[in-house]
């Protein structure tokens, strides 16, 4: 099973720029915290804000997910909080091709106001487990403002877009819609920025087996980590990324995986996609019988009676702030993310390829606690307490 899994809402980020790919850019609410620069000093700070996250499971982890509430009164809107983009959209009423339950109604909202402007969002690979065609995953995407609540906090008169349009590859989702939450305060994050919130956030991104993952917005929860953060510069706040300056399978190495590539970190992609170069070099470490799979561009399999015996431990490594490295790693249970669907005695490996980018997500992800500094434009790790 498994396509280039949640891909798809990672090339969503694409949409903002990251890939020259078939997805146009959106542009709202660009209120970018410039790097450094500390909002709320001059307020009463707001307490963090914790909201619990399901896991999006299908034989493996796929997305974390919780609830935002939108409208007056109140609508639970469920939605993956993606590190990968800015934007808020969900499905609403209006979409009658979006299967999910408990659609937003627009109806009865007193405060929702419909925008005029339409966008269509091409996704290049799925986000659910069937092999990916072109073009199959398609949004078509409407502006709108209305309220929007997290915890006990609401902003009015919020951007947003409501899903007006999804092909049928969405209607997996046990979710209504993503909230971005990228490496520039943006939308809501700029509001609750505004109202005191500090700038940052932490992720609980636990494996389905231990639950209680959990997203705080506005602050660090120390009892769901062990040890001491350690943080790294992020380059730019485009995105989350920052400088790997190698890669280990099983403390092995090449010449190419000791070259620094740049890599971003997503919340909203399950793998971990690597250019080809790069793929080829960590595959060669790991089996020879590892082989690109044909129907789903961008993955790779083996035979499933093989893939659970093999060592496949993944290090990379990162350079703290105090100029230290440090390592994340990737234990071998992650290898394999499940037989495809079309060929179920070929089990997927979580590493996919796609020219020019280097993303990891929720693999690595659920085994540290991670913390999203905005404000001060770095990424905090410690290996998750469970
Ligand atoms: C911190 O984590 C603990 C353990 O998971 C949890 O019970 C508590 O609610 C969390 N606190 C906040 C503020 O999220
Ligand atoms: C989201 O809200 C729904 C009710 O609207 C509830 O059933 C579900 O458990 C909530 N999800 C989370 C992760 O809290
Ligand atoms: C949207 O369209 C309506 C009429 O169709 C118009 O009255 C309104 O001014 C437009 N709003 C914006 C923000 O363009
Ligand atoms: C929100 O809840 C927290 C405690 O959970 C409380 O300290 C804070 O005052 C509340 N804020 C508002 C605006 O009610
Ligand atoms: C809501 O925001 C829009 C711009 O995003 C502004 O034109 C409008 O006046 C605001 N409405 C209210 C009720 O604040
Ligand atoms: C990893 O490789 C290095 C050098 O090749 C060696 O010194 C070290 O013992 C190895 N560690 C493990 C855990 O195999
Ligand atoms: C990272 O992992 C590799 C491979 O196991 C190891 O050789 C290296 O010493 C580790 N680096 C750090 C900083 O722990």
Redesign the pocket.
């Given at each position: 099973m498994l396509s280039p899994a949640a891909l798809g809402v990672f090339v969503l980020a694409a949409s903002e720029g990251i890939a020259a790919a078939q997805p146009q850019s959106i542009a709202i609410q660009s209120r970018v915290t410039p790097k450094g620069h500390t909002t709320g000093l001059r307020r009463r700070a707001l307490?963090a804000l914790g909201v619990p996250l399901d896991n999006f499971f299908l034989g493996t982890d796929l997305q974390w997910f919780g609830n935002i509430s939108v409208g007056t009164p109140p609508q639970d809107v469920s939605v993956v909080f993606d590190t990968g983009s800015f934007t808020l959209e969900f499905a609403t009423d209006e979409c009658t091709s979006c299967t999910q339950a408990n659609k937003f109604v627009r109806s009865q909202s007193s405060t929702f106001v419909a925008g005029n402007t339409t966008r269509r969002l091409s996704f290049a690979t799925g986000v659910g487990v069937d092999p990916v065609v072109n073009n199959d995953y398609v949004l078509t995407v409407k502006t709108a403002t209305d309220s929007v609540t997290i915890?006990?906090?609401t902003t009015e008169n919020l951007s947003l877009f409501t899903i007006i349009d999804q092909t049928p590859k969405f209607n997996i989702d046990p979710f209504l819609g993503i909230q971005g939450l990228g490496a520039s305060a943006q939308g809501i994050f700029a509001a609750l920025e505004e109202q005191g919130l500090p700038s940052l956030f932490s992720m609980f991104l636990t494996p389905n087996a231990v639950g209680n993952a959990e997203l705080l917005l506005g602050g660090i929860n120390d009892t769901q980590f062990d040890g001491d953060l350690v943080f790294t510069s992020v380059e730019d706040a485009s995105h989350w990324q920052t400088i790997a300056s190698g890669i280990f399978i099983n403390n092995q190495t090449t010449s190419l995986l000791q070259t620094p590539l740049t890599v971003i970190f997503d919340s909203g992609t399950s793998n971990i996609v690597f250019d080809d170069d790069i793929v080829d070099a960590m595959n060669a470490l790991i089996s020879p019988s590892i082989r690109p799979f044909s129907a789903e561009p961008g993955a790779f399999g083996l035979p499933c009676d093989e893939i659970d015996s093999l060592p496949a431990v993944i290090d990379m490594t990162f350079t703290a702030q105090d100029g230290t490295p440090f390592n994340l790693t990737i234990p071998s249970s992650e290898l394999n993310v499940g037989p495809f669907e079309s060929d179920p005695s070929t089990c997927q490996t979580l590493i996919n390829s796609f020219p020019g980018l280097n993303v990891v997500g929720g693999s690595v992800l659920k085994h540290y606690y991670s913390v999203w500094d905005i404000g001060n434009q770095r990424l905090g790790f410690a290996p998750n307490g469970e």
């Open positions: 307490p915890g006990n906090i």
